[in-house]
């Protein structure tokens, strides 16, 4: 029971690690299932859950309140596209941020984590204008 377990642990955190997937839970589940018929999407709840608190995976949750996992543990942000809902790791670092929020509240920063919204260039491309205006009738 327990070397099951963590197999099934193993599996989900293997699936969660596809570099620059950042998938949902719900995408780990059916990556664990073709592997694993038994699987249930509780059981990939519980062991995400348990990875994050360990450090092993970090949860991002979108804007739109879409959680993903990512196993790249390097400090990155994120950039989500509105039109394809796609998400992008973005390596840029914004300068001065620590010493402007001290010097204006006095906040001591230890890290930051930005998550950037907008059309992603494959949709930019495409039909990028129709869909977000899609989107915001919506
Ligand atoms: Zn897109
Ligand atoms: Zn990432």
Do not use: W
């Amino acid at each position: 029971m327990r070397r099951n377990y963590s197999k099934q642990r193993e599996e989900i955190r293997k699936a969660a690690s596809v570099i620059g997937v950042h998938p949902t839970a719900e995408e780990i589940y059916s990556l664990v299932k073709e592997e694993n018929s038994t699987a249930s999407l509780s059981t990939v709840y519980r062991n995400l859950h348990e990875l994050v608190k360990e450090g092993e995976l970090k949860e991002l949750i979108l804007p739109n309140g879409v959680k993903r996992y990512d196993a790249d543990d390097s400090e990155h942000n994120h950039a989500v596209c509105n039109c394809c809902g796609k998400i992008f790791d973005v390596d840029i670092v914004i300068e001065g941020l620590e010493q402007k929020i001290k010097e204006l509240q006095g906040f001591q920063m230890n890290g930051y984590h930005v998550i950037v919204e907008g059309i992603c260039q494959n949709c930019g491309r495409k039909e990028g204008a129709k869909n977000v205006k899609k989107i915001i009738r919506n």
